[in-house]
């Protein structure tokens, strides 16, 4: 089952350059979230989402923007992409109770 | 500033023996605990799982630990085996605030 997929897996953009990494999900979530992983921060909260339309910030939202339009879709945007927003970027879902899906992740470049 | 700490990056344990990974939080209110394992190029999975109600959760050969006074959780693996090597990282949120909070994750190796 795929219950979570994130696109583009690998990515090497050059910096400036505006950039948009997909999470598709099926199974009809409501919760779903954008964090980062970088080594010695572990994962960090970008952005979250409780529903179509209804997003909200997380602790390293900067230079960073979400939309959700539809349930199974959430959009992260790298408005111009800098080097210091190269990293693994992961997206989880969350049904009822307190245990999230993530997905496989997008290893992303800024060069 | 991070509200969960994990200050072992990596342990190495040999096969069979118990692997004993820490945590520690400073937000007393976080209510709702998690451990979550990592393979390379994998997203995390959940692997277990306490509420602040208890002070141990057992689930084959994880166990966990709380002790909301020193605002630590342990994660116990007995035995360790070679499957287990991977990135663990220890999580927490508040109440209904489904919003998880990390830590930096511990490596462990399990050597044969």
């Known amino acids: 089952d795929a219950g979570i997929t994130q696109s583009p897996r690998h990515k090497v953009t050059e910096t400036g350059t505006p950039v948009t990494l997909r999470c598709h999900q099926t199974e009809n979530h409501r919760y779903m979230y954008w964090y980062r992983q970088d080594p010695g921060h572990g994962l960090r909260l970008i952005h979250y989402s409780y529903g179509v339309k209804d997003t909200d910030k997380g602790e390293v939202s900067d230079g960073y923007s979400v939309s959700r339009s539809k349930t199974e879709d959430f959009l992260l945007t790298l408005e111009s992409a800098t080097s210091s927003q190269t990293s693994v970027y992961f997206c989880a879902t969350q049904g009822d109770g307190m245990g999230y899906t993530f997905g496989s992740g997008t290893r992303l470049t800024v060069v | 500033d991070q509200q969960v700490k994990q200050n072992s990056p990596s342990l190495s344990v040999q096969e069979g023996r118990i692997s004993i990974l820490n945590c520690d939080y400073t937000?007393?209110?976080?209510?709702?605990f998690l451990w979550y394992k990592k393979y390379p190029a994998e997203g995390p999975t959940f692997l277990i799982s306490?509420?602040?109600?208890?002070d141990k959760n057992e689930d084959g050969r994880f166990t966990v630990f709380l002790n909301k006074s020193a605002k630590h959780l342990s994660l116990h693996i007995v035995p360790s085996q070679p499957g287990d090597s991977a990135v663990y990282f220890c999580a927490a949120s508040v109440g209904s605030d489904y919003k998880l909070s990390f830590g930096a994750g511990t490596t462990v190796t399990v050597r044969a």
């Open positions: 306490i509420s602040s109600i208890k």
């Open positions: 937000n007393s209110m976080f209510d709702y």
